[in-house]
């Protein structure tokens, strides 16, 4: 990528840094991109998305077609990075990172439609909104426009991970995340006659703990998985048990069998342990993105392609946290590739930085990406 590319990546991220908006928000970052996408001549598809949109470069006809991932959005949190190109939106920061996925994604659409003439089929490079709201993906699956696609390929900063180093292994990468809403219905009393009522305080505190054995007792040692209860309330003075108190909290694994088996153990463990101290329970699970497992075969290409590029690959970073392209994923073969964005606080956290060096090597990435495996889908032809 010649130096002019490089400035203009290192502007169109601060531009983006600067000017960060939430989930389903994004129409002002909705229209950079496109200003840049047009200036360059890149096709933009039309589809029915309000924020978002995919950028389309047709190579040989004769190919199929491959898609890249960057999402656009950004989260409800105040910057404190320091950096000299801050947010200006007050209590709004690109605190994930997806703004440095959107500039690489921008600098390889740009990079491969100036090349298009010796591509080997079609690349579609989708410019996701809503990644953090964790419904983005399914918009974009709705659209239709990956129905042609081959394989797919999207990318997240790491960070304590060196710029140059890219993270990528077959298998599971990223956590199914669902949420579980808990309702006891007791019978409220005065503080001092508890006798006269049915304690919902005492069985929600008995069902926490409850809660914790699912893990440990339910499910292989080898199995990775989540239970943490993050809310509870109930009550709102010091003499009186109320009736009713509330649970919520969040569930992470990484096998499908292990979300089922959890699912039906709590909702067991609720409703027994609950009915045992007398008190009535409601048991809500609501299912977010599944866990996302890159694909065998197109993970070794990301990696192949990665030491080709004069990157060092490294395997995944296993995170607990969820990821909508798992949705993707779900659908067609799918690699969910991590890169080192150097020394940084965690992701979501208001010193979250990104080292600007990453963009160029990263739109590189992409472009080779997206080109080796137009290259190896058509190879597999002429061997079939
Ligand atoms: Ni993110």
Known sequence: MAAHTENSLREYFEWFHRNPELSFE???TTEKIKEILEAAGVEILPLPLRTGLVAVIRGKRTGKTVALRGDIDA???GEESGVPYSSEREGRMHACGHDFHTTAALGAAIALHKRREELEGTVKVVFQPGEESSRGALLITESGVLKDVSVMFGIHGVVNVPVGTVAVSAGPVTAAVDRFQIVLQGKGSHGAEPQ???DSIVAAAQLVTALQTVVSR???PLSPAVVSVTR???GNTWNVLPASVELE???RTLAQEDRK???QRMQDLTQNLCSAFDVAADFQWIEGPPSAQNDFGWS???GQVALRQGLSAIPSQLYMGGEDFAYYQALLPSVYIQIGIGDSAPLHHPAFRVDPGVLEPTAKYLVALAESALLRIKNSKITE
Do not use: D, F, H, M
Request: glycine share 12%.
């Open 261 to 263: 088996r959890i699912a």
């Open 75 to 77: 989260l409800p949190i």
């Open 300 to 302: 070794k290409l990301a």
């Open 26 to 28: 994004e129409y002002q």
């Open 249 to 251: 909290g969040t569930v």
């Open 232 to 234: 509870i309330q109930g």
């Open 196 to 198: 006269k009522g049915s």
């Open 218 to 220: 339910n499910l292989s």
